[in-house]
């Protein structure tokens, strides 16, 4: 089955820093990506899409300069968390689908990354 | 709206029995997951079913689905204290879900 991988699992920072948090699918190409984060306890919210080539479609109330997103290859998303705050500790997933994000498409969830921002 | 929202929000049960949780959709689907997510962990994909199966088994698992009613159940078996968890399930390319049924068996 389609694999999709995230790097790193955990990562601990001082605020006012930047993180960089890898997404990839290992088996299959993905031109479209999605970010969500998770509050303790509650379900995902959806952050951005990112498409390959192009701009990421950011969800209402998403900062685009704090959270940087880049797809630059068709296996490889990133999420930029940019001037870390501890407010920005929180649980980041990626998915990948195999049909570029059509409405019947199926999506492929990574492991997460746990951030914690001092 | 969200599509896919499970039903109920939390269950309580004893080990050894079984446990039923149900999810809605609204609209056409090409297949339906279902997924794990331990506390504070990631998502573990359990199973997929297709629009044109109507039920499905995998070990201790075995959810249906009507595509009718935009519905699908997930049972799990004799059920044990590792299944301790919140468990969501993702129709179609769904990009915002509900809070998953968290479920606790007690042993």
């Known amino acids: 089955g389609a694999v999709v991988s995230q790097h790193p699992s955990w990562v601990i920072c001082k605020s006012g820093t930047s993180v960089k948090i890898e997404c990839r699918s290992l088996?299959?190409?993905?031109?479209?990506m999605f970010w969500y984060r998770q509050f303790p306890k509650q379900s995902l919210m959806l952050m951005a899409t990112?498409?390959?080539?192009?701009?990421?479609?950011?969800e209402q109330g998403v900062e685009k300069d704090k959270f940087l997103i880049n797809h630059a290859s068709l296996t490889l998303s990133t999420l930029t968390v940019t001037s870390a705050h501890p407010e920005d500790s929180s649980f980041y997933i990626c998915?990948?689908?195999?049909?570029?994000?059509?409405?019947?498409?199926?999506?492929?969830f990574g492991p997460g990354t746990r951030l914690t921002v001092l | 709206s969200q599509q896919g929202e499970e039903d109920p929000q939390a269950l309580s049960i004893q080990e050894g029995e079984n446990a039923t949780m149900n999810c809605s959709y609204k609209?056409?689907?090409?297949?339906l997951q279902w997924y794990r997510q331990n506390s504070g962990r990631g998502l573990v994909h359990l199973i997929l079913?297709?629009?044109?199966?109507r039920e499905k088994h995998s070990g201790r698992l075995r959810v249906t689905l009507d595509t009718s009613k935009k519905s699908s159940s997930l049972l799990i078996t004799a059920s044990r204290a590792a299944d301790t968890a919140s468990y969501f399930c993702?129709?179609?390319?769904?990009?915002?879900f509900g809070g998953g049924t968290r479920l606790m068996v007690k042993p």
């Open positions: 079913i297709r629009s044109n199966e």
């Open positions: 088996d299959f190409q993905a031109t479209t």
């Open positions: 998915s990948a689908g195999t049909s570029g994000g059509s409405s019947t498409d199926t999506q492929y």
């Open positions: 609209t056409s689907i090409n297949n």
């Open positions: 990112s498409n390959e080539g192009s701009k990421a479609t950011y």
């Open positions: 993702i129709a179609g390319n769904m990009l915002t």
